[in-house]
Each structure stands twice: as C-alpha cells, then as structure tokens.
C-alpha cells in the first residue's frame, strides 16, 4: 500500500497563476483532508471531505476551492495564487470523520512569487 | 485558532535521556493525539488517548492527560537519535467540531549522540 499520495512535490507559482494540487489515498478511507502548515502556525485545516461527495471548509478555506472526485481522490485547488499562500500543504485520510487517526501524505511545498 | 499549545517549543539531549513534552489545550475533548514530524515529511501517528483515559503506553512512549487540568504530556523514555523530530499534540473537540482536529504548534526534539 502506498498509503496517502500527494502530487506535486514541490511548486513555484507566480502571483495569480491556478494550480491544483492532487491526492489520492488507497487505504479505502472515508474521510480526506487537506491542512497547509507554516512556520510557528502548526496545521490548519483548509478543507474536509467527511465522505464521498461531501466537503465543509475548515479554519482558513478562503482562496481554495475543493473537488471530492471518488472515495481515494481529493483534488485542492488555488484559483488565483498569491503570495500568502506559500506553504506547505498536507493531505490526510481517515477511516472515518468520528475524529480517528489521521494518516499523512508527504506533503507539496508550494512558494508563490 | 490554535487549541493545542505545546511546550517547550525546542528541546535539546542526549542519547539515553527521557524528553518530555507538553501540551495545554482549551475546550473539552473527545480524544487527544501526538503526531511525529520528521524533517520535510509528513506527519505519523504516534498514540491516541481518550477522554476517559488517564494514562497510556506504547512502547517506549508513555502519554498521559489530565482532563482538570486541560493538559498532556508525552514522554520518550531511552531517546536515541532517530527520535529527532517535531511533535504535534491534536485535539478531537468534545462539543461541535465534527471529525476536525485542531493541532498545536509543536515541540522540536532534538536528540544528540
């Protein structure tokens, strides 16, 4: 099992360019998320996915937009890029949304110019 | 908003040496989770210990809680090298919140040779 996967690894942006980034996961997890995480902040959540075609936003959604596209698949998308949003971004999944163990992915680092 | 709050924020010591890291949160929970982070990966489940629960163990890590208190602590008995990392405590809130943790900033460990 390759666990939770993330694609890109790494991203250079220039202010108002789209990207979306990609995770999948195989562990037939009900539940995805996506965190980013900044020096001395920890992780925020960006978006959820509780289950297959749901998505509620999190603590800091503004700026992304979400796309739940199967039960292994979902998809962060930054539609106007900018500078704030340099980052690193994490996707997670769990078995369920009952506040389980979260399993990571490797992370994407993102700078914005 | 950050729930969890750990402390120290750095630690340094020696190979054989116990760490011990804390954490203080807000609100009431359901569970609470310590996570590992090691540099430029994603983060790793490590223990998760409920609200109805005092002490728990799991190999050399040993996490305790005091729900009166709002606090938990991890220790790492016998550190070796490889346990070099950042360590996040999350919080599964009690009231509301879904399937949503909310992370701390982290404790970064440093185990010297």
């Known amino acids: 099992n390759a666990g939770v996967t993330q694609t890109p690894k790494f991203q250079v942006l220039k202010t108002g360019q789209s990207m979306t980034l990609q995770c999948a996961q195989d562990?037939?997890?009900?539940?995805m998320y996506w965190y980013r995480q900044d020096p001395g902040m920890g992780l925020r959540l960006i978006y959820y996915?509780?289950?297959?075609?749901?998505?509620d936003k999190g603590e800091v959604p503004n700026g992304y937009n979400v796309s739940r596209l199967n039960k292994r698949e979902f998809s962060l998308r930054l539609e106007s890029a900018a500078p704030s949003q340099t980052s690193v971004y994490f996707c997670?999944?769990?078995?369920?949304?009952?506040?389980?163990?979260?399993?990571f992915g490797p992370g994407t680092r993102l700078l914005v110019l | 908003s950050q729930q969890g709050e750990e402390d120290p924020q750095a630690l340094s010591i020696q190979e054989g040496e116990n760490a011990t890291m804390n954490c203080s949160y807000k609100?009431?929970?359901?569970?609470l989770q310590w996570y590992r982070q090691n540099s430029g990966r994603g983060l790793v489940h490590l223990i998760l210990?409920?609200?109805?629960?005092r002490e728990k163990h799991s190999g050399r890590l040993r996490v305790t809680l005091d729900t009166s208190k709002k606090s938990s602590s991890l220790l790492i008995t016998a550190s070796r090298a490889a346990d070099t990392a950042s360590y996040f405590c999350?919080?599964?809130?009690?009231?509301?919140?879904?399937?949503?943790?909310?992370f701390g900033t982290g404790t970064q460990l440093k185990v010297e040779l």
């Open positions: 996915s509780a289950s297959e075609g749901t998505t």
């Open positions: 997670a999944s769990s078995v369920t949304s009952r506040q389980e163990t979260q399993y």
């Open positions: 562990m037939n997890h009900n539940s």
């Open positions: 999350a919080t599964a809130p009690r009231e509301g919140g879904g399937n949503k943790l909310t």
């Open positions: 609100t009431s929970i359901n569970n």
């Open positions: 210990i409920r609200s109805n629960e």
